[in-house]
């Protein structure tokens, strides 16, 4: 009796030890099999650039020759109004992205762009903000847009304001410098905007507003120096817009990419497809949205007796051709490395409005500018001024103020707190300059 139970204790006994050294073995089998797969996945993240970057474009496929054989990309841009049963395109512009330089544009196009034929007949039909309420159809304003940009745009975007709302809510909202007190309502369009000026954080609603803003209840908007109504709304929005790229290529939003999918799904008409737009996710990571380019077409208002009553934009196609060529083609020119014996001259930037009421004299005096050392770093049109303003708006040196005074040869000196401005120097021309 006892031996039989020797036996069996003797027995049982057996068993788990084979089932120990099975799992051993099994466990031996995965451990070696990570090691390997992860060997290879820190490989072909280095291969890829390494970092951030170079882990995104491993983990979609890519490896390192991908990004050398990416394109520029050029996208058409439209916004449109929720609640709204006229479907205009109030937000126009020409966003690009070059992963291969690590450069991009924004070129906001105004809404009273004219796109008729004869100015002394025009009518509201004949803005370029109507073509999509008109057609329902993107690809029309597309054509336009590549007809007087010759940019050859091939993919479009329309998006609803909503999608902003959920976008900005999705990653907790958007750190923004509001650049006045905004107060506007319209019941109509069911808007009530009452935000403060200064940094904030705002939620998609407050950012709604933000961007669709043009002038408060008592019909006061932007000032000069920024450019009233919507030429400040178009500079806002191409503000809010680096704001919110800042933000959303931070890692932990960039892993929010599906509630984004979904975003764009209820609230957004393209023509490109997803597989396009994640060939370009993991470089975007390393873009420098301070180095975007931005800028609003050329161009004149013309008084309206002379245009049947109806406010219009005429675009000025000679330094619209310039303007594109500085934008989109010389911006990828790589620069020579700066010499180690850079003036004073060289060090400051300059954000140059031109309110003279004449589109040639902004390249004019850029190009001037730029001759005598200075960094031209932002050109806009802004509301015709009778006086040239030049604003200091970081404590640049007085002797530097009056050399860039002697190079206009005309301006007046202020003073500005602007503390978080890109910029050194304002320069508003106005039509005292000769």
């Not at 050109?379 to 530097?400: L, R």
Request: aromatic fraction near 6%.
């Amino acid at each position: 009796m006892k031996d039989k139970e020797r036996k069996k204790q003797k027995n049982s006994g057996k068993k788990p030890k084979k089932k120990m050294k099975l799992w051993k073995k099994v466990l031996i089998v995965i451990l070696l099999v990570l090691l390997v797969a992860g060997g290879w996945f820190i490989y072909k993240t280095q291969k890829n650039g390494g970092g951030i970057a170079g882990m995104l474009a491993t983990v979609v496929g890519h490896d390192e020759f991908t990004k050398k054989n990416l394109p520029e990309i050029k996208v058409l841009v439209l916004g449109v109004s929720n609640g709204i049963d006229a479907k205009l395109t109030d937000t126009i512009m020409v966003a690009s992205y070059n992963p291969k330089t690590q450069k991009g544009t924004l070129l906001s196009i105004p809404r009273d762009t004219y796109v008729g034929s004869n100015t002394k007949s025009a009518t509201a039909g004949n803005k370029i903000n109507a073509i999509y309420g008109i057609s329902q159809d993107p690809k029309k304003v597309l054509d336009k847009v590549n007809e007087i940009t010759n940019l050859d745009i091939k993919y479009y975007v329309v998006i609803e304001t909503n999608a902003l709302r959920e976008l900005v809510d999705s990653i907790g909202g958007v750190t923004f410098d509001v650049p006045i007190d905004m107060n506007y309502d319209d019941e109509g369009q069911k808007l009530a905007i009452h935000i403060k000026k200064g940094e904030q954080v705002l939620n998609g609603e407050q950012a709604e507003g933000v961007v669709r803003f043009r002038h408060n209840n008592n019909g006061t908007s932007y000032p000069v120096e920024y450019g009233d109504n919507d030429l400040g709304r178009m500079k806002t929005q191409r503000e809010f817009i680096k704001a919110v790229a800042k933000q959303t290529i931070k890692l932990e939003n960039i892993l929010k990419i599906g509630q984004w999918v979904d975003i764009f799904e209820k609230h957004v008409k393209s023509n490109i497809d997803f597989n396009v737009v994640k060939d370009y996710i993991p470089y975007g990571v390393e873009f420098n949205v301070e180095d975007l380019l931005t800028a609003t077409l050329p161009g004149t208002t013309p008084n309206m007796n002379t245009t049947n009553n109806i406010s219009i934009f005429v675009v000025n196609k000679t330094e619209t051709k310039k303007m594109i060529q500085e934008l989109f083609v010389d911006r990828d020119i790589v620069d020579e490395e700066e010499n180690d014996d850079t003036t004073e001259t060289d060090k400051i930037s300059i954000e140059l409005l031109n309110g003279t009421g004449n589109a040639k004299t902004l390249e004019s005096v850029a190009e001037k500018l730029k001759n005598a050392g200075y960094k031209v770093t932002k050109k806009e049109q802004t509301n015709t001024t009778s006086k040239t303003t030049i604003i200091n708006k970081k404590d640049v040196e007085q002797t530097q103020l009056e050399k860039v005074k002697n190079e206009l040869g005309v301006g007046t000196m202020q003073n500005s707190k602007a503390t978080s401005s890109k910029v050194d120097i304002t320069i508003i021309l106005g039509k005292d300059y000769k």
